[in-house]
């Protein structure tokens, strides 16, 4: 049984950091690509982060430079530090997950499985 679970959102002020985490389960997390997503009201969801179990990762420009994925396959958990928050990055964000080769990690639709969300607020 898939599971991914996401943890870390909460409300902060514009400028502070968030530690996001996705703990998977139920597949062969090192045959995946991990991705992070966001989804604003009214907007479409975006990409925002992928990463390989070899380590490549890849953020978007909206986040470079903010944003870091990482993943601990020990733990078969991927996280995404935020840091210099905007207002703009609130949105609900969203793990997912696709094999590698088997289509790419940005883009939404091509994901087989997802977490249900957690919430970043920033004021």
């Known amino acids: 049984h898939v599971q991914l679970v996401e943890s870390g959102g909460g409300s902060v002020q514009a400028g502070g950091s968030l530690r996001l985490s996705c703990s998977a389960s139920g597949f062969t997390y090192s045959s995946y690509c991990m991705g992070w997503f966001r989804q604003a009201p009214g907007k479409e969801r975006e990409w925002v982060a992928h990463?390989?179990?070899?380590?490549?990762?890849a953020v978007a420009d909206s986040v470079k430079g903010r944003f870091t994925i990482s993943s601990d396959d020990a733990e078969n958990t991927v996280y995404l530090q935020m840091s210099s928050l905007k207002p703009e990055d609130s949105a609900m964000y969203y793990c997912a997950a696709i094999p590698v080769g088997h289509g790419r990690c940005t883009h939404d639709r091509a994901m087989d499985y997802w977490g249900k969300g957690t919430q970043v607020t920033v004021s």
């Open positions: 990463i390989i179990s070899d380590g490549r990762p």
